[in-house]
Every structure is written in C-alpha cells, then in structure tokens.
C-alpha cells in the first residue's frame, strides 16, 4: 500500500475530488473523508490554543473534532 502524504489542505482537497471521480467513491466515503479533515484541523486548532493558554478555545476545538469523529 502506498502511503499518501499532503503538504496542505488545499493538496488533500484536490487528491480527494481526482479519487473521487477516477476510483468512484462513494459519496458515503467522501463525506468521512470530509469529517476526518474537519476533526484534524479542530485538533490542530486545539493544540494552537493550548500553546496559547486559552482553555475554552481549545476545549470548544475538541469537543467539535470528537463530534466530527463519531
């Protein structure tokens, strides 16, 4: 299996809609996808908050990502 990297979001965005229309993903497929991105840019958010001593932004970030997640 060969593994993927992506430098940017914009790079996930466009590896995504070139899967979806070459390999035929189901939209189903597509929108974990989406909710994953979603989740990892909360999280990344919750860690700059963190960085920055602001609890409640970071909090609100986790709670968004967890939900992103289920």
């Excluded at 989740?39 to 992103?68: F, I, K, R």
Aim: charged letters at 25%.
């Amino acid at each position: 299996m060969r593994k993927v990297r992506f430098l940017t979001v914009e790079e996930f965005d466009a590896w995504m809609r070139e899967a979806e229309t070459k390999f035929n993903i189901p939209a189903k497929v597509i929108d974990a996808w989406l909710d994953i991105k979603l989740a990892v840019e909360h999280l990344y958010n919750a860690a700059m908050w963190g960085l920055d001593a602001h609890p409640s932004h970071c909090q609100y970030d986790v709670m968004v990502a967890q939900d992103a997640l289920r």
